[in-house]
C-alpha cells in the first residue's frame, strides 16, 4: 500500500518488463504508525479478556491472540524503523517473551486425560499423551482431570490397489468438561499407501503423529468458543 509506479521499460533482449515501484516516506510512516497502533490496541483488549474469563480455554484463547497480534507486529515495527529517521518506530508496550510464558502458564494449569476409542488403541494412547505434553498441558493418568480428551482412529482397508496396499479412514478429536459437557469435536481425513500392509498403517500413524504434534494446541484452543 502506498507504492506509486515512477516507470515501466522492457528489455528488448529478453521481453522481460520492469517496474520502478516508489514509495514515499511520509506516507508510508503514517501508515504503519496506524497499523502497530491498531495491533497494540488489540493487544491490551486480549490481555484484559484474558484476565477477565472465567472459563480457561476462553483465558488460553485471549492469550494466545494476545501473542499472535504481537508476533505480526514485528514486521511492521521493522518497516518503521528503515523509515523512520531516528530508527526507533513505536516501542513495544509488552515483551513477546512474557506474553508466551503467560500463555503457557496458562495452558499447563489445565489437566486433560486422555482416551482413546477404536483401532490401534496402545500405539494412539502413547502419541497422544506425548503430543498434550508436547502443546502443554498437564497430562492426567484419571478422570479426575479439568477434561477428558477422547481420540478415536478408525482405518479401512481398502486392500491392494496397482500394486499398493491402501488405508483410508479418519482421526476424531472429542473434548469434554469434567461434567461430561462436550467443548468441541474435530474430525481428519487419513489416507495412506503402501508397497506392504505394515508399511501402509505405519504411514497411516505418522500422519496421525504430525496431526496431532501440529495441530492439537490451536485446536484445543479453539473449542473455547463453543
Known sequence: RGIEIADIWQDLDTG??????VLKRAPAIQMLRGEIRKLDQKTALYIEQSRMAR???AAILSASNAVNTQVARIPLQQMLQVLDKTGR????QWVLASLQADRDSLI????IWPRVQGSDMASL???LAAALAHAGFNVAQTNDSDYTLFARLELDDLGRLDGW???????ILTLNESTGRERGSRRWDIKQSGQDPRLARRRAMDQVTGILDLELR??????ADR
Open 89 to 92: 518506530g513505536i516501542p513495544e
Open 16 to 21: 522481460d518488463y520492469y517496474a520502478l515501484a
Open 165 to 171: 496396499y491402501w488405508l483410508k479412514g479418519s482421526l
Open 55 to 57: 472459563d480457561r480455554l
Open 108 to 111: 499447563g494449569r489445565i489437566s
Open 218 to 223: 490451536a485446536t484445543l484452543i479453539g473449542f
Open 125 to 127: 494412547e502413547s502419541e
